[in-house]
């Protein structure tokens, strides 16, 4: 597991390139047959990803969790990007096609996790946060995440949102998390941009050529950045910074958030004209 520390605002405004993608880019999340877990001390958030070609379970640090299991003070909330898979919790196994969801509450000790064909195996990515009740174990199926459509084709923002854990929906302590997928001919995500004060949130990005990207702007909205994320890459969003990104093509991403509250729209925007 490896650590990420929080950084302050105007520290970033001093980082290069290099140092921009060490504290904010996460790469390489789906070796086969491994677990990468990135522990962010933003709101101490766990991304993390595994391809399991053989079935795999989840090595913690217990120096850093502090506990025995990973979800012994936490929940955990996941989205299959591969091919079908299961996950068992001790011993209930839950079958996850591409583009479904789980939530494992806190609480769970034994998670194993398998592709259902090692030709084509799953791809599950997945966000931890610390949880302070349990709430049941639920899937969701790509096709009950319930779309909401944003954006205008003359933008170049068509695209479609879909809530996966949320009030209204899956129940979590903090933990809220979806998915938004842009049309053919449409680019940028999250524009005009905002900021979350109360909240944190990480980006992870799919679904497009290997020899495409997307540049992830972020920092204070008066000092942007940007970072170049490719296929598979997430960006971890700490609440001091915007979150927006126009791909070369069209794109898919996951987006996690966890903090002081779950409210959706609990946002500070930014009008067009402060961006700098």
């Not at 789906?30 to 379970?57: E, H, M, N, W």
């Not at 913690?60 to 299959?80: F, Q, T, V, Y």
């Not at 490719?230 to 958030?257: C, D, K, Q």
């Amino acid at each position: 597991m490896e650590i990420r520390n929080a950084v302050h605002p105007e520290q970033a405004e001093l980082f290069d390139t290099e140092e921009l993608r060490e504290h904010f880019l996460i790469q390489n999340l789906f070796k086969p047959d491994q677990f990468k877990l990135i522990y962010s001390y933003f709101d101490r958030l766990i991304v993390g990803g595994a391809c399991p070609v053989k079935p795999v379970t989840i090595d913690i640090d217990e120096k850093i969790i502090g506990a025995p299991h990973l979800l012994s003070r936490r929940e955990l909330g996941l989205i299959n990007i591969g091919g079908p898979g299961t996950v068992d919790i001790d011993g209930q196994k839950v079958s996850l096609a591409s583009k479904d969801g789980l939530y494992v509450g806190m609480g769970a000790k034994e998670l194993v996790f398998s592709s259902a064909d090692p030709d084509n195996p799953a791809k599950f990515y997945l966000n931890c946060a610390p949880a302070h009740a349990n709430y049941p174990t639920a899937a969701v199926s790509f096709k009950e995440a319930e779309p909401v459509e944003m954006g205008e084709a003359e933008q170049s923002n068509k695209r479609t949102i879909r809530k996966y854990i949320h009030p209204d929906g899956v129940k979590s302590c903090q933990l809220v998390m979806g998915m938004t997928t842009l049309e053919t001919g449409s680019v940028w995500n999250t524009m005009p941009v905002h900021t979350h004060q109360r909240r944190m949130e990480a980006y992870f990005y799919f679904g497009m050529p290997d020899d495409q990207v997307v540049f992830h702007f972020m920092g204070e909205p008066t000092e942007t950045r940007h970072i170049v994320v490719r296929n598979e890459e997430a960006v971890l969003s700490p609440s001091w910074s915007i979150h927006s990104g126009a791909g070369t093509s069209n794109y898919t991403f996951i987006w996690g958030m966890v903090g002081e509250n779950q409210t959706f729209t609990d946002m500070d925007a930014v009008p067009m004209g402060e961006i700098k």
